[in-house]
């Protein structure tokens, strides 16, 4: 099937609109709202005015929806990549609906959610304790003091695939209690990138996976961002800048591509089952 996104663990992206408000340090440098300034666009903060899109761009998921049932092989489908699902505004509940309804009509895409309001996920979707199939829910937690605040939130909803995105990892995080309880059942973490990226310490990544190894989950490493330890970058890359104190191995500055994503000398890269891969 024919990919439309670049990110690694999905096949497509989805925008039920564009435009955000800044929510937690993992925002700080947010990606979506740079992107939206240099195409000319005025769309982050509570005050201003979010972007809608056309019908024929509304349309785009029946046809994936069509390509996988016809290939047996279903598609996953980032939602969102340029707001959060689950921001609380006026204006948006209309959107939401549309895209509910999007989600149960096309039950060959999963349909991965990733918020950092998962506190309002109970009031905001309309499923309650029977979640479709297809929908994965997932949040962001860049420390611990957001594994604390929003995991129990994930928790609470019933969706078939739950899921942790650690990107950027600003900090070491514990999630033994919640994997040991299946409250998630995927994790994906990766550093950032930018020109103002925070460098995140390869042993925060390693106790992540650690834990996920422990505890059987999957987990997905996506990349090191700006960043990466000198051990993991070819020898003729050289770094644009280096950094020794404060973290446990010296870090150097090559950018997102020269960084790649090889995590101790191998990629990881876990996913859950879709629902017809696994049966249910
Ligand atoms: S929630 Fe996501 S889209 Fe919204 S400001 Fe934060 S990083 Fe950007």
Known sequence: MARDSRIEWTDHTFNPWWGCTKVSPACDHCYAEAWAKRVGLDIWSAGRPRRFLSDAYWRQPQ???????????????????????FEWKQGLSRWRERLWHLIEDTPFLDWLLLTKRPHLVRRLAPW????????????????????????????????????????????????????????????????????????????????????????????HFKQWGDWAPLDAV???????????????????????????????????????????????
């Open 63 to 85: 046809r994936w929806n069509a390509a996988a049932e016809e290939s047996g092989r279903p598609a996953r489908v980032f939602c969102a990549s340029m707001a959060d699902v």
């Open 128 to 219: 309650g304790d029977d979640w479709p199939a297809n929908v994965w829910l997932g949040t962001t937690v860049e420390d611990q003091k957001w594994v604390n605040k929003r995991l129990p939130h994930l928790a609470m909803n019933p969706a078939r695939v739950r899921f942790l995105s650690c990107e950027p990892l600003l900090d070491e995080i514990h999630l033994d209690d919640w994997l040991e309880q299946e409250a998630v059942h995927w994790v994906i973490a990766g550093g950032e990138s930018g020109p103002k990226a925070r460098p995140s310490d390869p042993a925060w990544f390693m106790a992540v996976r650690d834990q996920c190894i422990a505890h059987g989950t999957p987990f």
């Open 234 to 280: 070819a020898s003729r890359n050289l770094p644009r800048k280096f950094l020794r104190d404060g973290y446990s191995t010296p870090m150097g500055r090559f950018g997102k591509k020269a960084g790649g994503r090889a995590l101790e000398g191998r990629t990881w890269d876990g996913v859950p089952m879709s629902v017809s891969e696994n049966g249910l």
